[in-house]
């Protein structure tokens, strides 16, 4: 398959507006997979996990992109190179995506635990709630308060670079060169044991990692520079609403149409300050153009987020039985089901369609506004957030029963 996915980008000081880190990130999956936002107390797998909220494909337990209570934020993005990303199943980039959110409550600390384990687990298995077998290595762009992190890997082997200030988008395609802060330790005497570097010219892990030609990644390629010139142009002036229009953006790709879609997207106001809370807003519906992006804060008492969930079938779901995928069940949430209806709406009647469109708009700025004041002054009313994110599932299911 070609390299369709995913575009992630982070904007920190001094390119946004006010001393706060912008994250987004659309994911581009299936255009009949459905994408469920969920919240994750409570796993038993270390003495002590943090607080997740996540976007992720309804079928699998990992995620492509999420935020945890200490604002750090990780998207992934798939990436080919010239090691073979066939193999037994382990790790998805998905579950590590996840595991770092968990386990990790600064950026830094999130390249160590999923390359950790990467080490000791692998990555490796279908990425597709089907038999197609598409597989992949992956990239993870990761934010907390004061910095980011560009991880790429290659099967095993990995480099990270510290982002300090700025901005950084990726898309699928490696773009760590010659700045590395953190690597695998045997990293440079694989590539010179396969013959992909000489051990004399700058190491330089783009190069080396990548295919020998570019064909392969032209499409990704094109979409990582459109992305950046979006960047470059609200240099200085980044906002949350800045991200959500560039996620929204179709003529460059990033906003992707067509078999592979963007089914979800998230954009992530993280301010510096730790006493400010950070806000992250998610859609939990396909093309950002035609969704409502919606806050959740972080809170005591959250609960799960039912109206953007999708049905549990247990023991029963066929990604659980071997041989896999030999089905497919309704994976859809209520939240996915008016908004398709109403999606149906917006592409076949242009003036009823235009009207839907405005009132949606309305609601997020509405939204944005609100959210703009706690994150400048703090929060004064908790009880009122504990149930933000589902409050507002709830108006835009009611925008859409008026429609």
Not at 100 to 124: F, H, M, N, S
Not at 181 to 199: I, L, T
Not at 379 to 402: G, R, W
Request: aromatic share 8%; glycine share 8%.
């Amino acid at each position: 398959m070609k390299p369709l996915s995913c575009d992630t980008f982070v904007a920190l000081p001094p390119s946004t507006v006010g001393q706060r880190i912008i994250f987004g990130k659309n994911s581009d999956r299936p255009c009949d997979e459905v994408q469920e936002v969920c919240t994750y107390i409570d796993i038993d797998q270390v003495p002590h996990t943090h607080a997740v909220v996540l976007s992720k494909p309804a079928w699998l337990w990992g995620a492509e992109m999420g935020a945890n209570e200490h604002g750090v934020c990780i998207g992934n993005e798939a990436v080919w190179g010239r090691e073979s990303a066939d193999g037994e199943e382990a790790l998805l980039g998905m579950d590590l995506v996840r595991l770092g959110l968990e386990r990790a409550d600064t950026a830094e600390k999130a390249v160590d635990v999923i390359t950790e384990l990467l080490q000791k687990y692998g990555q490796g298995g279908s990425c597709l709630e089907d038999e197609t077998g598409f597989t992949y290595h992956n990239s993870f762009l990761i934010s907390d308060r004061k910095e980011a992190w560009l991880l790429e890997t290659s099967a095993n082997y990995w480099a990270a670079e510290r982002v300090e200030s700025g901005y950084r988008n990726i898309s699928n395609q490696y773009g760590i060169t010659t700045k590395i802060d953190k690597e695998h330790p045997e990293m440079r005497d694989y590539a010179r044991s396969k013959g992909w570097w000489n051990g004399k010219t700058p190491f330089n892990f783009a190069t080396v990692y990548s295919y020998l030609t570019t064909a392969r990644i032209e499409a990704s390629g094109s979409r990582y520079c459109e992305g950046k010139m979006l960047l470059e142009k609200n240099n200085g002036s980044i906002t949350a609403e800045t991200m959500i229009t560039i996620l929204r953006d179709k003529d460059s790709g990033i906003n992707m149409e067509g078999m592979f879609m963007s089914t979800g997207s998230m954009v992530s106001v993280v301010p510096t300050d730790p006493a400010l809370p950070a806000v992250h807003y998610f859609t939990a519906t396909p093309d950002p153009e035609r969704s409502v992006f919606k806050p959740f804060i972080f809170m005591d008492g959250t609960g799960q987020i039912k109206e953007t969930c999708s049905p549990n079938y247990g023991a029963d779901d066929p990604v659980k039985k071997k041989p896999r995928f030999q089905s497919k069940p309704d994976r859809k949430h209520k939240l996915f089901v008016k908004h398709e209806l109403v999606s149906a709406i917006i592409e076949s009647n242009k003036e009823r369609g235009q009207k839907i469109t405005k009132s949606m708009r309305g609601l997020e700025k509405n939204k944005i506004d609100q959210m703009e004041t706690i994150v400048s002054a703090g929060i004064t009313e908790p009880d009122h957030l504990v149930n933000l994110f589902s409050n507002c599932v709830q108006e835009e299911m009611a925008l859409y029963e008026k429609s």
